[in-house]
């Protein structure tokens, strides 16, 4: 449990690479980075994961990714969104419970979920499984009006949208999302793109 968010909590921000649908580009893996870091200064360390373009692997990539890497002392995981490689959804209260850590959810615009749900029927097989998963997510919480909204499994709104302050050096995004981002484009199309 976080008591106070200290300026160098130790955070781990992932986010996923790009990836393409046409057929002469389809790609059927992306990259998935997680950067380590103490509060938005120092980069300690970075995590990849292969995981799957609209598949069901996301989930077990992140535990993986915590549970087996070398910093013990991570506080909390943050994520740009539920949702990686296409529809491929996190399981946050899993993610949560498996690797014993705070989750936070950080994007800029609000999802429209019943869009999500009508591509997802329209598209899988399994959609009423990935729709569970969408609608099992806590509810989204205004920090900036407009700009940018949170998720939290495992700390109180208060903490989080502290982590969140702590851990963000310029603009709105936490430094390891928008690192984690910068790393991802970069190794899948061969340059960061911005944030």
């Known amino acids: 449990m976080i008591r106070k968010v200290k300026p160098q909590i130790r955070v781990v921000g992932f986010d996923d690479g790009t990836f ?30 292969w995981i799957t373009v609209d598949g069901r692997d996301v989930t077990d990539a992140l535990i993986d990714a915590v549970n087996s890497s070398r910093f013990k002392d991570l506080r909390v995981i943050l994520l740009k969104g539920i949702t990686y490689a296409g529809f491929n959804i996190v399981d946050l209260e899993r993610l949560h419970n498996e690797t014993g850590l705070p989750v936070v959810v950080v994007v800029r615009k609000k999802p429209d979920i019943l869009a999500m749900e009508d591509a997802l029927r329209k598209h899988f097989p399994d959609a009423e499984e ?26 109180d709104e208060k903490t989080a949208a502290e982590v969140i302050k702590v851990t963000t050096r310029t603009g709105l995004i936490p430094e390891p999302l928008r690192l984690a981002h910068m790393i991802a484009s970069a190794v899948m199309t061969g340059e960061s793109k911005r944030e």
């Open 20 to 49: 393409s649908f046409s057929s002469k580009l389809k790609h059927e893996k992306t990259i998935l980075i997680g950067v380590v870091m103490k509060g938005s200064v120092e980069v300690v360390g970075v995590l990849a994961r």
């Open 130 to 155: 990935r729709i569970a998963l969408l609608r099992k997510a806590p509810p989204l919480v205004e920090l900036v009006p407009d700009k940018l909204y949170f998720q939290t499994v495992g700390l």
